[in-house]
């Protein structure tokens, strides 16, 4: 490296002092009857500390010459070039390149003027920073590294980007980010430790809630609309209707009992939803997959009529009866006076789950959903005797526990139903019925403490209403 240019004009063999030229303001000195250049007056007066600006003249392997427009050139050693670990000067900079850089040392132990590219950056990146964390504007930088945990993010300053603030869901690769100029906010800054923590899922999730906004103004209760599964956890499944997620409750999944929404769906399956419910104020939305299928009740409305046998499948065995489906998405309860001719004290001594039977539809309530039926009113059907063997737990899921068989509500039973049940009607009709060991069959009190039982069994809610995103755990729901 050449030694550093002296510009001082010399002073004159006289001894005198150099007169500046009148006029010139001070650019042009007079010596020994001489006009030559004020060097000095055109140097920009600075210190250490200060940033200045030059022009890339010069770049070798391991240092940048720049032109400050001081009497020698500045020199930015490599590792002052960039935050960046290992640095390539060229890729750094190029010739004739405007460049800030802030001043080491005026002049060195051999006489260099010493800069560094990455300080200046640096200074003007934490005002910058500065700025944006109190205004909540967000920055711009490039990932220029992966670490354990997230992203290093090049803003003139080392930011940290946690890789659970990457974006709105979980990241899997976080490789596929480096090289890429994203946007952040700046969630936390600390001068002297030189630390900035970065998420880009805020700024996507300020993006995104006026995406919300539009489409929470665009849908109506009602509505059927597509989305893909974007989440399945166990109370249901999130939809994602375009920028916004919606939730289906395991309730509203099918017109059949569900146990875990896995049965249903897989992430990524596109669907028809129904519109059921828009809380615009918490932006959440109820959505019904069911309601988008062919309702079952109705084909038993229009199909089926009070006496009518079919045959069943055994599907739950309870203390009060069992539940048979008689088609899909639609079971009905056999009450326990209705399983058999004789006294039954336990209804897993007469049937068991999986049984294919025979019943006679009772009743129909339409309004209600709800079917009674009997098996005892089959006529050539005997069912056979066995051991109430205890109740197998499935989970969370399998048959109730037996109750004590006292504890069976007694029914106000319509003389309707029962008319008939041993052939003569009216008070033979009571009569039948006393005899089994109960006043009657499944009316809509049975029902309530069927469906009540079968509620606490499947672990969920029933029919009863969704739980928002906001009750939902927020690692499941998200």
């Given at each position: 490296?050449?030694?550093?240019?002296?510009?001082?004009?010399?002073?004159?063999?006289?001894?005198?002092?150099?007169?500046?030229?009148?006029?010139?303001?001070?650019?042009?000195?007079e010596i020994d009857g001489q006009i030559v250049p004020n060097y000095d007056a055109t140097l920009v007066p600075f210190d250490e500390g200060d940033v200045v600006s030059g022009q890339v003249v010069r770049i070798d392997k391991d240092e940048v010459l720049v032109d400050i427009g001081y009497k020698s050139e500045g020199v930015i050693p490599q590792n002052e070039l960039s935050i960046r670990k290992s640095v390539d000067a060229s890729a750094e900079v190029e010739l004739g390149e405007e460049v800030d850089a802030l001043v080491l040392t005026k002049e060195d132990q051999n006489g260099r003027l010493i800069?560094?590219?990455?300080?200046?950056?640096?200074?003007?990146?934490?005002?910058?920073?500065?700025?944006?964390?109190?205004?909540?504007?967000?920055?711009?930088?490039?990932?220029?590294?992966?670490?354990?945990?997230?992203?290093?993010?090049?803003?003139?300053?080392?930011?940290?980007?946690?890789?659970?603030?990457?974006?709105?869901?979980?990241?899997?690769?976080?490789?596929?980010?480096?090289?890429?100029?994203?946007?952040?906010?700046?969630?936390?800054?600390?001068?002297?430790?030189?630390?900035?923590?970065?998420?880009?899922?805020?700024?996507?999730?300020?993006?995104?809630?006026?995406?919300?906004?539009?489409?929470?103004?665009?849908?109506?209760?009602?509505?059927?609309?597509?989305?893909?599964?974007?989440?399945?956890?166990?109370?249901?499944?999130?939809?994602?209707?375009?920028?916004?997620?919606?939730?289906?409750?395991?309730?509203?999944?099918?017109?059949?009992?569900?146990?875990?929404?896995?049965?249903?769906?897989?992430?990524?399956?596109?669907?028809?939803?129904?519109?059921?419910?828009?809380?615009?104020?918490?932006?959440?939305?109820?959505?019904?997959?069911?309601?988008?299928?062919?309702?079952?009740?109705?084909?038993?409305?229009?199909?089926?009529?009070?006496?009518?046998?079919?045959?069943?499948?055994?599907?739950?065995?309870?203390?009060?009866?069992?539940?048979?489906?008689?088609?899909?998405?639609?079971?009905?309860?056999?009450?326990?006076?209705?399983?058999?001719?004789?006294?039954?004290?336990?209804?897993?001594?007469?049937?068991?789950?999986?049984?294919?039977?025979?019943?006679?539809?009772?009743?129909?309530?339409?309004?209600?959903?709800?079917?009674?039926?009997?098996?005892?009113?089959?006529?050539?059907?005997?069912?056979?005797?066995?051991?109430?063997?205890?109740?197998?737990?499935?989970?969370?899921?399998?048959?109730?526990?037996?109750?004590?068989?006292?504890?069976?509500?007694?029914?106000?039973?319509?003389?309707?139903?029962?008319?008939?049940?041993?052939?003569?009607?009216?008070?033979?009709?009571?009569?039948?019925?006393?005899?089994?060991?109960?006043?009657?069959?499944?009316?809509?009190?049975?029902?309530?403490?069927?469906?009540?039982?079968?509620?606490?069994?499947?672990?969920?809610?029933?029919?009863?209403?969704?739980?928002?995103?906001?009750?939902?755990?927020?690692?499941?729901?998200?």
């Open positions: 490296m050449p030694e550093a240019q002296t510009l001082t004009p010399p002073r004159p063999v006289d001894g005198s002092e150099p007169r500046p030229v009148e006029g010139s303001d001070g650019l042009l000195l800069l560094s590219r990455k300080r200046a950056r640096f200074e003007k990146a934490w005002r910058r920073i500065e700025r944006a964390a109190e205004s909540g504007e967000p920055v711009e930088g490039t990932v220029i590294e992966v670490v354990k945990g997230g992203l290093i993010i090049d803003l003139g300053v080392r930011g940290f980007l946690p890789a659970s603030l990457v974006d709105i869901r979980r990241v899997q690769n976080l490789e596929e980010y480096t090289g890429r100029a994203i946007e952040c906010k700046v969630i936390e800054l600390n001068r002297s430790r030189n630390n900035v923590v970065l998420s880009r899922r805020a700024v996507l999730e300020e993006e995104r809630k006026e995406v919300r906004q539009q489409i929470l103004d665009r849908l109506q209760p009602g509505q059927i609309v597509e989305g893909a599964i974007s989440n399945i956890v166990e109370f249901g499944a999130f939809v994602d209707l375009d920028g916004i997620d919606g939730l289906i409750h395991i309730s509203e999944l099918s017109w059949s009992h569900v146990n875990h929404p896995s049965e249903v769906l897989s992430i990524g399956q596109v669907v028809p939803v129904k519109v059921l419910d828009i809380d615009r104020d918490r932006q959440r939305i109820s959505l019904g997959l069911k309601q988008t299928q062919e309702d079952p009740w109705q084909r038993v409305v229009d199909t089926y009529s009070l006496g009518d046998e079919l045959s069943g499948r055994v599907t739950k065995v309870v203390s009060f009866g069992a539940f048979v489906e008689i088609m899909d998405g639609v079971e009905g309860l056999v009450h326990i006076s209705e399983l058999a001719q004789h006294h039954v004290e336990n209804p897993r001594e007469v049937v068991a789950q999986g049984d294919e039977i025979r019943v006679q539809i009772l009743e129909i309530d339409s309004e209600r959903r709800r079917l009674s039926l009997s098996v005892k009113r089959v006529e050539g059907q005997t069912l056979p005797l066995r051991s109430a063997a205890p109740p197998q737990q499935e989970g969370g899921g399998g048959e109730v526990a037996d109750e004590d068989l006292d504890n069976v509500p007694e029914l106000d039973l319509s003389d309707e139903v029962f008319a008939g049940a041993d052939g003569s009607g009216g008070e033979g009709g009571e009569d039948a019925a006393s005899a089994n060991g109960a006043e009657g069959t499944a009316s809509a009190e049975v029902e309530d403490v069927a469906e009540d039982a079968r509620a606490s069994e499947a672990g969920d809610a029933g029919d009863g209403e969704a739980p928002s995103e906001a009750e939902a755990p927020a690692d499941e729901a998200r």
